[in-house]
Structure formats: structure tokens, C-alpha cells
Nanobody
Framework: QVHLVESGGGLVQAGGSLRLSCAVS????????MGWYRQAPGKQRDMVAV???????NYADSVKGRFTISRDNAKNTVYLQMNSLKPEDAAVYYC???????????????WGQGTQVTVSS
């Protein structure tokens, strides 16, 4: 089994910063892309940022210049540094990872349980 555990969410004032972490554990042979998604009440889950195994990031237009995604392959962990937070950034943030649990098995996408980010105006 593969587990993703997120941490770092919370309440912050507009203009403030938060750093989210997501650690992947369990049966891991290889991890490909990792990413962060968010879902606000009544809305669909949207991509925030993704990062390849080689470290190349891709961001949603709404967070470019404010958020930074990074990963530590030795720790199987992905991070999301969020700066200049806006009320519209408030949502449940989910991490994802494309994991090959055993050699030759293929990659499967796993999700964390989500962490709440609340931004007060």
C-alpha cells in the first residue's frame, strides 16, 4: 500500500504565507510526477502545481509568481510554499503522487487526505 500524508495547512491572513508538505510512504519502487490540487466548496478539484521527477514545475496561472512547488526525492516528499495568499486561495489542498509500487507494475496515482487552507481578509 501507498500512503500520502499532508501537513502544514491552517488559517492565515491575506498576504501571509504557508508551507504544505506531503510525505509518501509504503510500497514505493519509483515516484514520477507529484503535485498539489485544491478544491473549494461547491467547485471542482483543480491543479495548483505539479512537478516532474526531474524537478520541472508547472503552475496554474492563478498562483504563478506566488507559489513554489519543490520535492525531496530522498524523502519522497513534495512541498508547496504559498506566499501572498489571497482569500480565493482558500480550499482543501490535496497532494498527489504517481507511484510505481513494484518494479514493472506501472504507475498509479495516489492522493492524500487533504489539508484545509483558510485565508482571512
Amino acid at each position: 500500500q501507498v500512503h500520502l500524508v499532508e501537513s502544514g495547512g491552517g488559517l492565515v491572513q491575506a498576504g501571509g504565507s504557508l508551507r504544505l508538505s506531503c510525505a509518501v510512504s509504503g510500497s514505493i519502487f519509483s515516484i514520477s510526477a507529484m503535485g498539489w490540487y485544491r478544491q473549494a466548496p461547491g467547485k471542482q478539484r483543480d491543479m495548483v502545481a505539479v512537478i516532474t521527477s526531474g524537478g520541472s514545475p508547472n503552475y496554474a496561472d492563478s498562483v504563478k509568481g506566488r507559489f513554489t512547488i519543490s520535492r525531496d526525492n530522498a524523502k519522497n516528499t513534495v512541498y508547496l510554499q504559498m506566499n501572498s495568499l489571497k482569500p480565493e486561495d482558500a480550499a482543501v489542498y490535496y497532494c498527489s503522487a504517481d507511484v510505481m509500487p513494484y518494479r514493472g507494475r506501472g504507475y498509479y496515482t495516489y492522493w492524500g487526505q487533504g489539508t484545509q487552507v483558510t485565508v482571512s481578509s
